[in-house]
Structures are given as structure tokens and as C-alpha cells.
């Protein structure tokens, strides 16, 4: 699943490392989500010309889905030219019956040393002892490997748990649910930390190599992550507690935390339940393209007080649920109803509690569908 308008011709890179790799391009099939000025035509082209199967999606090619689905009126879920439209992927694999989905990045490439996909797949078959990592501050730095020497902190990290004491040992893992491939080159840091860097351009002076990663690990129990969806594998069942939220097109302007929340709700659903978050290979080149940084800055800053309380607001709810369904509905019922008057744009959590109760109902409603087509496909 590539949400794309820029380079949608980076999908040939990974499909050249699946050959070099020997990982078979007849178990993908790829959904390049974008938009109506873009060359849908030629995106499908090169998909047919690398010989994978696949389809590209529009704003118009959507719409045609939805109704085609029978959920025209949970179209509102997937936000028009946003980042968050990967939700769109995820309805698409929920309705196709696919067991494992992966996000990329238009603006990434694999490591040439790396099976990229087949790492993944590893990744999620994982059994065995593993790094457990954990802070005094109940998150993990995702980059603590050499934070001494870079110093830096990803993108949806809370101020507030920053300066934490790191603390490492090993542990038995039976059931990895999504497997989050981090990234060299460019880091994935928020506009303030990027401003704090002296990068005007979007991007970032200080950059990262593979030597700044040693090693795969998890986050303890209890412990919060930062979830990045440009390089990330995971699992079937957890799509009810992976959506990627109303970002951009709401009336508080807030952007940019679509994959960060929603790596939240992943969290608190896999420790009720048992399920681990893998991090580390395999590795992508981040190649970030410059941009305003103050751009960034403007569809962030009124969602940064809010990304400070998030975690806290959901790690309060959901202990006794049996699914990740059961999770995220008490997740979404807490933000729906919750009084969030004293932080900014605090209004714009109880939307996403809302929108997040439509996400169930938006998923119930594609396996009604899917159950209503059973018969007549069996009578076939």
C-alpha cells in the first residue's frame, strides 16, 4: 500500500530487490493510492511493464470502490490528499481477505544488502528471545541505539518523556503482529526537532547510517513507540485498531500524526493481547525531498499539545477486551467522550473517537458484504 503523487516509480526498486532476493513478486499485489491530477494511467503501466499484479486508486477510482462496496457513507474515513489515505489500503485488504498488508513511502528505497520483503515476512513469523527495551518514562525512543551521539528523537515523540533512562534485557516473543522497518539517511523527526537541528528545508543536518542500528528489538509492555508507516509489515487482524485517522482535512487543521496515534492504538491493542511490535530491519533509505520546514511546522503545531496526552487518555481503557475490535472501540468511546477543554484543539480528539466508531461500523459493513457474495460465488 503506496500512498503516492510524487514518485510512485520508486515500487521499481523494491520489486528489483524481491528479484535479486529470490522473494517471489507473485505474492504481492499493490494498491498506489493517489489523486486525480495525477497519471493514473502510466502508475499502472509500470506496474504491468514490472509484470506485479496491482491497481492504482484516484480520488474518483475510490469513490467508484466505496459504492461498488456498499460504503459510500464511510467515504468521509479516508481524507482526500493526506498521508492518512494508507486507511484507504487498509479497507481495500479487509474487504480482499489479504492476511499480511505493508506500507511504504514513495520517498524510500531498500537496502541492496536486504530482503526487503522477505525480512518482513521473517519478522512476523518471529519466535524466540529478543531485546526488550523500556524507559523510566514509560516510551521508547525508537533511535536510543545512538541517541548519545545523535541525539535524536522521532517524529511523535512527547517532549515530556524526553531525557528518560533506558533500560534493556532479553525476552521470549510467540507472536509478532507487525514488524516496523526503520530508516537511514533522512530521520523521521518532527518541524520543531528539525528546526532545532538547523534545517529550514524539511529535513534534517544530522543524518543516519545503518552503524547508528544494532541490532532488533521490542518495547516493553506498557511502554509507548513511535509508529512510522513509511517502512512497515503487519498482520490482518489488527486493521481494526490500525486506522490512520482524519488528518488535514478537519477544522482544526491539525495533520501529520495519522501514523503516530494510530501506532498508539497498535500498542495499547498488542499489550492487552499478547502481540509485539518488532523493530528494526529491515532498513530503507528515507530519502526525504526538501520542503518548508515551516510548512510541516504549520499542520503539526495544532495537534503538539495533544499528542503530549494521547497515550495516556487510551492507556487508561480496554483492559479486559478479547480482540483488537474490542480495543480500539474502548479507545474510540474514551476519545468520543471525553472533555479535553483545556488542551488545544482538544474538540478534535472527540472527532476522531467519532470517526474511529465509524471505522468499526465501516469494517462490520464489508464483512456483511463480503457474507451476502459467499453463496453466490459458492454457486458459481
Request: glycine share 8%; charged share 30%; hydrophobic share 40%.
Amino acid at each position: 500500500m503506496v500512498p503516492t503523487i510524487r514518485n510512485p516509480e520508486c515500487m521499481r526498486e523494491y520489486f528489483a530487490n524481491a528479484r535479486d532476493h529470490g522473494f517471489d513478486l507473485g505474492r504481492l499485489f499493490v494498491v498506489l493510492i493517489t489523486e486525480n491530477f495525477c497519471d493514473s494511467e502510466s502508475m499502472q503501466a509500470m506496474l504491468d511493464d514490472e509484470g506485479v499484479d496491482g491497481a492504482v486508486f484516484d480520488g474518483d477510482a475510490r469513490e467508484a470502490w466505496y459504492d461498488g462496496q456498499g460504503i459510500s457513507e464511510y467515504s468521509h474515513l479516508v481524507p482526500a490528499a493526506s498521508h492518512a489515505q494508507t486507511s484507504f489500503g487498509l479497507l481495500y485488504l479487509w474487504a480482499h481477505d489479504y492476511d499480511y498488508g505493508v506500507f511504504i513511502d514513495d520517498d524510500t528505497a531498500p537496502h541492496d544488502d536486504a530482503d526487503f520483503f522477505g525480512t518482513h515476512m521473517e519478522n512476523l513469523a518471529f519466535e524466540g528471545d529478543i531485546e526488550r527495551v523500556r524507559s523510566d518514562e514509560d516510551w521508547v525512543n525508537v533511535l536510543y541505539q545512538n541517541e548519545d551521539d545523535h541525539g535524536l528523537y522521532p517524529r511523535g515523540y512527547p517532549y515530556a518523556a524526553m531525557d528518560e533512562d533506558v533500560e534493556t534485557d532479553t525476552t521470549a516473543v510467540d507472536r509478532v503482529i507487525a514488524s516496523q522497518g526503520l530508516w537511514t539517511n533522512v530521520p523521521d523527526l518532527d518541524a520543531v526537532r528539525i528546526l532545532m537541528d538547523g534545517d529550514l528545508q524539511g529535513q534534517a543536518q544530522t543524518r543516519t547510517s545503518e552503524a547508528d542500528f544494532d541490532g532488533d528489538f521490542v518495547a516493553a509492555e506498557g511502554n509507548y513507540l513511535t509508529v512510522c508507516s513509511m517502512n512497515l509489515a503487519f498482520r490482518r487482524e489488527i486493521v481494526p485498531a490500525f486506522y490512520q485517522l482524519p488528518m488535514d482535512d478537519n477544522e482544526w487543521d491539525v495533520g501529520r500524526f495519522d501514523d503516530i496515534w494510530s501506532g498508539l492504538f497498535l500498542k495499547r491493542a498488542a499489550d492487552v493481547l499478547g502481540g509485539k511490535i518488532y523493530n528494526g530491519d529491515p532498513l530503507c533509505a528515507h530519502n526525504k525531498a526538501p520542503r518548508s520546514t515551516f510548512s510541516d511546522l504549520t499542520n503539526e503545531v495544532h495537534g503538539l499539545e495533544l499528542n503530549e496526552h494521547v497515550y495516556e487518555e487510551i492507556d487508561a481503557v480496554g483492559d479486559d477486551a478479547d480482540s483488537y475490535r474490542e480495543v480500539f472501540r474502548a479507545m474510540a468511546d474514551r476519545l468520543a467522550g471525553g472533555d479535553y477543554e483545556d488542551w488545544e484543539n482538544g474538540a478534535f480528539l472527540n472527532h476522531c473517537g467519532a470517526y474511529m466508531r465509524d471505522w468499526l461500523d465501516c469494517l462490520s459493513e464489508l464483512e456483511a458484504t463480503e457474507t451476502a457474495r459467499a453463496p453466490a460465488a459458492a454457486d458459481d
